[in-house]
């Protein structure tokens, strides 16, 4: 009898242990600080406009974020690596400020991508925004503006403090990252996600 309650005992407490060891991730330290409400759990993509990775994952992160506990707080970083990453970087930040990201996001993404857009490219760049109905001057004069500025040089800061080497990548509440390899693939990434929210929750 004791050496079957042994048997059971082992078996209930392996089973977490193998739904753990099924999902790889990197603990950070030290952690980072959290831009989330205090009841929230933050999670962070790491992206790139230029990214096809990114690209591919965008339908997974929509589809997940419609299902997204209430209790989880999501935030985009655009990582930056080089000039050409914080160009993008900020064409990010500038579709923040001017309250398009929900309008525009997806289809910048599918514009580069699909169409081959250039946004380094100002008069190409300029041109498909006018196409969306948006004043390219005024986005570009945004573009310029030291919120802007200053948001784009807080993401390179952000990509060397989570130690992101390459995109997409993902973070839970400053303490966990998952990168693309470590995700195996678009819904690996995102369930690692999930299990990492669960185990935040627990700990709370």
């Not at 986005?139 to 200053?150: E, P």
């Amino acid at each position: 009898m004791k050496k079957l309650f042994a048997f059971v005992f082992a078996f209930f407490v392996a089973v977490p242990a193998l739904a753990q060891g099924q999902y790889q991730y990197t603990e950070l330290k030290p952690p980072q600080p959290t831009e989330a409400d205090a009841k929230k759990i933050e999670v962070v993509e790491f992206f790139w406009y230029g990214c096809p990775h990114c690209y591919n994952l965008e339908p997974y992160i929509e589809k997940w974020l419609a299902k997204a506990p209430p209790d989880v707080q999501f935030r985009r970083i655009p990582a930056v690596f080089n000039q050409r990453w914080g160009h993008d970087a900020a064409i990010y930040y500038t579709l923040e400020a001017m309250g398009l990201v929900e309008k525009l996001h997806r289809p910048l993404f599918d514009a580069i991508h699909r169409d081959r857009l250039d946004t380094t490219n100002e008069q190409v760049f300029s041109a498909w925004l006018q196409k969306q109905g948006v004043d390219s001057k005024k986005f570009m004069d945004t573009m310029k503006s030291f919120g802007v500025q200053s948001k784009t040089r807080r993401a390179v800061q952000l990509t060397t403090a989570y130690k992101i080497d390459g995109t997409p990548a993902m973070a839970v509440q400053g303490r966990y990252t998952i990168s693309a390899d470590q995700g195996r693939s678009q819904q690996g990434l995102l369930d690692t996600v999930s299990f990492l929210v669960e185990q935040v929750r627990k700990g709370k």
